[in-house]
């Protein structure tokens, strides 16, 4: 059994993420995602899927995209 990093619950099915060079403990997908999914720079949700990198900066969507940066709007297509 492990300890979770995120709850401290110390679970017999608990999982390990191996992510850029570090070692990661966890005892479900949601304490993996609340440590590791970045977050959204215009609606602050956590970037579960693909999100969208904008010049260096995350996004869940591409409205979100848009209208954090107007002027990048002809990076940012509506299927990303």
Known sequence: MAACEVCGNDYAMSFEV?????VHTFDSFECAITRMAPICEHCQCRIVG??????????????????ARPSAAELVSDHA
């Open 18 to 22: 191996h992510a850029q060079g570090a």
């Open 50 to 67: 693909h999100g969208i990198d904008v010049e260096g900066h995350w996004y869940c969507c591409a409205h979100c995209a848009r209208e």
